[in-house]
């Protein structure tokens, strides 16, 4: 099993910053690629953005030039730096663990799953 805990979350005003971190313990695989994905009230769940264990990694259109998605194989841990955040940048964050090393926005590629973390943008 693996554990995947989420932290970084909170409130900030459109235009902010917010870095969300995600580390996993547990049972990990010598090569995992980490994904983050939302969901927003009413809405399915959808793919932000994933990184490789080599470090390659793929955005979602809507994100990209403004989140950034790091890891720190060494700590099991991702990172999401989001920056000019927007008001529908709001949502829940899940953190995932992929069973393949590539990247991938498809969520049924994804084994584990953290508890979430909520980031509210205020207009």
């Known amino acids: 099993q693996v554990q995947l805990v989420e932290s970084g979350g909170g409130l900030v005003q459109a235009g902010g910053s917010l870095r969300l971190s995600c580390a996993a313990s547990?049972?990990?695989?010598?090569?995992?690629?980490m994904g983050w994905f939302r969901q927003a009230p009413g809405q399915e769940r959808e793919f932000v953005a994933a990184?490789?264990?080599?470090?390659?990694?793929y955005y979602e259109y809507s994100v990209e030039g403004r989140f950034t998605i790091s890891r720190d194989n060494a700590k099991n841990t991702a990172y999401l730096q989001m920056n000019s955040l927007k008001p529908e940048d709001t949502a829940v964050y899940y953190c995932?663990?992929?069973?393949?090393?590539?990247?991938?926005?498809?969520?049924?590629?994804?084994?584990?799953w953290g508890q979430g973390t909520q980031v509210t943008v205020s207009s």
């Open positions: 995932a663990v992929s069973a393949v090393p590539g990247t991938s926005d498809d969520p049924s590629e994804y084994s584990y």
């Open positions: 990184i490789s264990w080599s470090g390659s990694t």
């Open positions: 547990g049972r990990t695989s010598s090569d995992y690629a």
